[in-house]
């Protein structure tokens, strides 16, 4: 790994298919991505066994064991600070953050949400696309500031909605596509192409009008 390499920490409350996405890049795709922790706030995260199958070390930091959001957060934000972790990957971690957290990791948080946002913040969002009629939905990645899967939205992918569609069949059609939006979306901050500024994403030096779109082969138009 190169000196340089992007330290970056997955925090994860689940399932954990798009940290073995991240995984996978980086250890057969040529990602140079150092994935120095993975934090859970659940202990029975399927996600964790990734992590250590690829020696990655792990932090349960369960959010039962605190009062309240704020002294949650900042264990997390410990557990980050000693790890040096330069980038925060979001890879559904199903937790509401504090202002404190989002202020402390601004331009440095980002997050992968199942909707076209600004469309479907929250919960429910495939069945929220299917009852509103839309004929397309996605997943996007965005910089996380205070509030709900609010901030400047980086990447998407689309899938068309088709009439046969239910929660499963997008979910089972969106699934990969998340996974190669996550690897593509980390890449652009591997190489040092993406940068956060006054609530706008900067792409190549440039304020970008419009979310990055990712074509299905895994790349970028
Ligand atoms: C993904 O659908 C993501 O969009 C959402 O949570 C899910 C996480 O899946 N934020 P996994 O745990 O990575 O399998």
Redesign the pocket.
């Known amino acids: 790994m190169k000196q340089n390499t992007l330290k970056a920490a997955v925090l994860?409350s689940?399932?954990?298919?798009?940290?073995k996405a991240l995984i996978n890049a980086v250890e057969s795709a040529g990602l140079e991505l150092n994935i120095v922790r993975v934090v859970s706030n659940c202990e029975d995260a399927a996600?964790i066994t990734h992590a250590t199958a690829a020696n990655i070390p792990v932090k349960v930091i369960s959010h039962t064991a605190f009062p309240d959001r704020q002294s949650h957060d900042a264990a997390v934000t410990k557990v980050l600070q000693q790890d040096q972790a330069e980038l925060i990957i979001l890879?559904?971690y199903m937790r509401i953050l504090s202002e404190d957290f989002t202020n402390n990791y601004c331009g440095r948080m980002i997050n992968?949400?199942?909707s076209l946002l600004p469309l479907y913040k929250g919960l429910d969002t495939y069945n929220r696309a299917l009852l509103s009629g839309d004929t397309q939905t996605g997943?996007s990645i965005h910089f996380v500031t205070a509030g709900l899967d609010s901030g400047p939205v980086i990447s998407q992918v689309k899938i068309p909605i088709l009439p046969d569609d239910d929660v499963a069949s997008l979910s089972t059609r969106l699934g990969p596509l998340?996974h190669k939006l996550l690897v593509a979306t980390v890449e652009l901050f591997c190489n040092r192409k993406v940068h956060y500024q006054q609530d706008s994403v900067l792409y190549l030096g440039h304020a970008l009008e419009q979310p990055l779109q990712l074509k299905h082969d895994g790349s970028f138009f």
């Not at 689940?14 to 940290?19: I, V």
Request: hydrophobic residues 35%.
């Open positions: 994860i689940g399932t954990g298919s798009n940290l996600g890879a559904g992968l949400h199942p997943a998340e």
